[in-house]
């Protein structure tokens, strides 16, 4: 959200209903290894998220789109959605990349307590999970859009580092 990559005409809030950000997929390059996997980010089902909306020039909407699915689809653990979102603006349909639970990636099953220790054993190209989820909640906040389940992940992943 912070960084996306893509030229764009605009930038706003926006919520979607029926998906949550969630840990639930197994990094085995960006945030972890084969043999030490972290986790990353995906959109999975139910409750809601708020995010940022990016609208792009019509010129560079096919280009866009050729990034998008470079830079998401790499292994195959997302699908490409396009999903109603609420802004205060209105609603408008955006592309989402929701995680497929039937992927080999997806680790929605794990209990808090192994979620912490992905978070804390990744390390991959990229850096560390913990780094990750750090530079995500702050850049949430700083976007004005908290998230709690995040918010609590990351004080508890702290927490136990510090013990």
């Given at each position: 959200m912070w960084h996306p990559g893509f030229p764009h005409l605009?930038?706003?809030?926006?919520?979607?209903?029926?998906?949550?950000?969630?840990f639930c997929v197994a990094s085995h390059s960006y945030r972890g290894t084969p043999a030490c996997p972290g986790l990353v980010l995906?959109?999975?089902?139910?409750?809601?998220?708020r995010g940022m909306l990016y609208r792009v020039p019509a010129a560079e909407?096919?280009?866009?789109?050729?990034?998008?699915?470079?830079?998401?689809?790499?292994?195959?653990?997302?699908?490409?959605?396009?999903?109603?979102?609420?802004?205060?603006?209105?609603?408008?349909?955006a592309i989402t990349y929701v995680v497929d639970r039937g992927h080999g990636?997806?680790?929605?099953?794990?209990?808090?307590?192994?979620?912490?220790?992905?978070v804390l054993q990744g390390v991959g190209d990229r850096g560390s999970c913990l780094?990750?989820?750090?530079?995500?909640?702050?850049?949430?906040?700083?976007?004005?859009?908290?998230?709690r389940p995040l918010e609590r992940l990351l004080k508890q992943a702290e927490a136990r580092r510090g013990a």
């Open positions: 605009e930038v706003r809030p926006g919520r979607l209903h029926g998906y949550h950000r969630h995906g959109l999975d089902r139910g409750g809601s998220c909407g096919d280009a866009v789109m050729a990034y998008l699915i470079e830079r998401e689809m790499l292994t195959g653990v997302y699908n490409p959605c396009w999903l109603h979102v609420r802004s205060d603006a209105g609603p408008v349909t990636q997806y680790t929605g099953r794990l209990t808090l307590e192994q979620t912490i220790e992905r780094d990750y989820l750090r530079n995500t909640v702050h850049h949430l906040r700083a976007l004005g859009l908290p998230d």
